[in-house]
């Protein structure tokens, strides 16, 4: 009976473990697909702005540099949150082979945390894009 009961209490931690890694996965996996479909609004508005602020330079660049130096620097914002995304695409793993579950987890929470940044660096340049 003790054996049976000590089966049964594996079983479930391992189901809770699986529970667990499907929900970090999805988790994961959704914070990417909100902000996967503003890359092309990141290229756009990274352009804009480099447009803009070339402009604002040949017509007075005396007056116009501060301006000028604010948008390149947001349009430089944009590009460093657009390649941000890459680089977490590029090295964020599909397969867990060889990990136990507590390795995975931790990976998991790890790879939450890192594309949430991503997510909030594109969401920031995004938003101060807009002041121009």
């Known amino acids: ?3 049976l009961v000590f ?12 529970k667990q890694v499907e929900d970090l996965k999805g988790e994961v996996l959704g914070i ?23 402009k604002l330079m040949t ?14 620097a947001t ?7 657009y390649e941000g995304m890459f680089v977490w695409m590029r090295q964020y793993k599909l397969d867990f082979e060889g990990m136990s579950q507590e390795q995975v987890i931790a990976y998991l929470e790890d790879q939450k945390e890192k594309v949430t940044k991503v997510n909030e660096e594109i969401t920031k340049a995004l938003e101060e894009a807009k002041a121009y």
């Open 1 to 3: 009976m003790s054996v």
């Open 7 to 18: 089966v049964i209490g594996i079983l479930v931690s391992c189901n809770g473990h699986q």
């Open 32 to 54: 990417h697909d909100e902000v996967m479909p503003l890359m092309g609004k990141i290229k756009e508005e990274e352009k804009r702005l480099m447009t803009a602020s070339g």
């Open 59 to 72: 017509e007075d660049s005396a007056a116009n540099k501060a301006t000028s130096d604010k948008m390149r």
């Open 75 to 81: 349009a430089k914002k944009l590009e460093n949150a």
